[in-house]
C-alpha cells in the first residue's frame, strides 16, 4: 500500500493531475523493456 500512497503523493498535495500521474507511470512501465514478446496491434517497434 505504500507504493500507491508515494505514487499520488504529488495529486494528494495538488502537484499534479492525475492524468499526469498515468501518463508518468505508462511511460516508465513502457521504457522498462517490460512484455517486450508482445505482439499484435498494441505493440510497435
Known sequence: ???LA???QD???GKKE?????MEFSAR???GGERSDRTGCSYQK
Open 1 to 3: 500500500m505504500t507504493g
Open 11 to 13: 495529486y494528494i498535495e
Open 6 to 8: 508515494e505514487m499520488y
Open 18 to 22: 492525475l492524468r499526469q500521474i498515468y
Open 29 to 31: 512501465y513502457i521504457e
